[in-house]
């Protein structure tokens, strides 16, 4: 099941650990450090070279020697006695080696745009097998993306495409200034005329298809060099990653999930309607949501404890991330409910009130004859975000989307979601959308079920009926790496290990073949909430939370074994 082996921390960058990952990147995006060291940001004039060819130079030249180095050393490691080669020696090596080359990789990636941002994103989010060297380098790559397009070049995209003359004849503003720069497009702001309400316009980069294509082939032949076992999973991500260059399928894909969100998860959820008439294989008009990312607001909340409790941000992260690869990921989550989270932030804010209410009245009335200096100060008790509940809420969402409707986004990481200004969770880019088959739908039930319930025996005919093959098709590994591909990964269940040490282990084990290829987009989806949970210090069972819905559609499929 090469879906789970990912590439070896050492192989690092195997570039594309990146390609693969792709499977399940965003995962466990823990906000980390700041982006660090002046001129880490490329040039936004930079403009990358556009020739197939010289891409493809420039990725084996520049990521080549890197990715032997690592290469090198490891096998080193493997013949080198203990005696000779102590423990601290061998991490001293690998931190050399990060400290060295982090920055080139950053600059690669950076030079070659497109593609090749993305694959920096998802590296940026695997702090479950780089290190803080990489992490903090890579998170340029998230907030920091140069636009391939300025104001001007942006609005004839949107005329051609729209068949406009200039867009003052659809729109009374339109920002110059793109509001989000990605790997194969951007965003601007815009007000539209007809409703005077506000817009976001995501606007595609010519030649972006050709070119990500070009790179593809490039990633799949660099692959196949470096990190072999993952090559079987381009099939699949090429299929996905091909519906994002066309818009209108997105705009088609956001009003359906919109259709399928809102009665069930209005309160909770808001997913922005799209503008079709304003929609074409370039642009992507659609209701502009008003809030931060949901990563953000986790930093800036993370930040103010921080500060109240004596210490920085990046220090703290740095701290939890070495804990997680020196002794796995926390288990799941046992703490309060949402329920009793909220009542607790009530309890502050009724605190606060009581508290503030007296210093109100002061300053409010004797307060206007004294001196400013004489005021009383308001207090304001720290509020923590609920993660409880934004984990319940986007754990029950997609549930529903895999379990129930069998249309499901596939890239729920973090910049995607955000918290919205009225207290709901705003979800965006519909490019990747996964429609399941009917039987496709109850095999992930039945997968999901049998997680719940430890069922060994269901989960072994499971992946057998999956097309699942190994070497000894052992039914212990069968189970392991099911359970740490689709439902969780704390430290009891990778014995302790860091997730890439415990998939390497079961893959000696039992070296997989070929995996379950079905389901490669709803293992996606756990990976990615899974991410997101720890990114809110909030683990979770994603078996555990889908249980109710995998039991639902059993039900209504009429389905017994």
């Known amino acids: 099941m090469s879906v789970f082996s990912f590439a070896s921390r050492r192989a690092l960058v195997a570039f594309a650990a990146a390609a693969p990952p792709a499977t399940a990147y965003g995962y466990y995006q823990i906000a980390i450090a700041e982006p660090s060291g002046e001129g880490d940001s490329a040039p936004p004039d930079a403009s990358p070279p556009r020739s197939g060819f010289v891409r493809a130079l420039k990725l084996w030249t520049e990521l080549g020697p890197v990715i032997a180095h690592y290469r090198l050393v490891e096998a080193v490691h493997a013949y080198a006695p203990n005696a000779l080669l102590s423990a601290e020696a061998r991490s001293a090596h690998w931190r050399d080696l990060d400290a060295r080359y982090a920055h080139k990789v950053l600059a690669s990636l950076q030079g070659l745009r497109g593609f090749y941002i993305k694959v920096g994103q998802l590296l940026a989010q695997r702090n479950d097998m780089l290190s803080s060297a990489y992490i903090e380098k890579l998170r340029n790559l998230e907030d920091n993306v140069p636009p391939l397009m300025d104001g001007d070049a942006a609005r004839a995209v949107v005329c051609r495409a729209l068949n406009l003359k200039t867009v003052d004849e659809v729109f009374e503003s339109f920002g110059d200034e793109p509001i989000g720069s990605a790997s194969i497009g951007q965003v601007h702001k815009a007000v539209l005329k007809r409703t005077h309400r506000p817009v976001a316009i995501k606007i595609q980069s010519p030649g972006a298809e050709e070119l990500f294509r070009s790179d593809l082939k490039t990633a799949r032949t660099f692959c196949k060099v470096f990190v072999p076992e993952q090559v079987i999973l381009f099939d699949e991500i090429e299929k996905q990653f091909a519906n994002e260059f066309d818009y209108r399928v997105e705009a088609a894909n956001v009003n359906q999930m919109h259709a399928n969100m809102t009665p069930q998860f209005g309160r909770r959820i808001v997913v922005p309607r799209a503008h079709t008439d304003l929609c074409t294989r370039e642009v992507l008009t659609m209701d502009f949501l008003d809030g931060v990312k949901l990563v953000d607001g986790v930093r800036a909340v993370a930040t103010v404890w921080c500060e109240r409790n004596g210490t920085a941000l990046d220090a703290y992260e740095r ?14 989550y046992r703490g309060p409910s949402a329920f009793a989270i909220d009542l607790y932030v009530r309890a502050i804010e009724l605190g606060d009130a009581v508290v503030n209410t007296p210093r109100l009245l002061f300053n409010w009335t004797v307060g206007w004859l004294l001196p400013r200096s004489w005021l009383f100060k308001y207090h304001k008790s720290f509020i923590p975000l609920n993660t409880a509940r934004i984990m319940d809420t986007l754990l029950q969402a997609h549930g529903k989307q895999v379990l129930i409707d069998g249309f499901l986004n596939g890239d729920p990481h973090p910049g995607n979601f955000l918290l919205l200004k009225d207290g709901r969770l705003g979800m965006l880019d519909m490019g990747q959308i996964k429609q ?9 039930a039945r997968l999901y079920k049998a997680l719940a319930d430890e069922d060994r025996e269901a989960l072994k005919q499971l992946s057998i009926e999956g097309g699942y093959k190994s070497k000894y098709m052992n039914a212990e590994v069968m189970f392991k790496i ?8 704390g430290r009891h269940v990778t014995e302790g290990l860091n997730l890439q040490q415990y998939v390497d282990k079961l893959y000696k084990m039992d070296p997989w073949e070929k995996g379950l290829d079905a389901v490669v987009m709803p293992m996606r989806v756990s990976l990615l909430l899974r991410g997101v949970g720890l990114m809110l210090n909030h683990p979770v069972s994603v078996a555990a939370a889908w249980k109710p819905f995998a039991e639902q559609a059993l039900r209504e499929a009429k389905y017994s074994n």
């Open 319 to 332: 701290d939890l991330r070495e804990r997680y690869l020196r002794d796995g990921l926390p288990d799941v």
């Open 436 to 444: 399941l088959t009917r039987e496709e739908r109850i095999f992930v």
């Open 482 to 489: 099911t359970q740490v591909g689709f439902d969780q990964d």
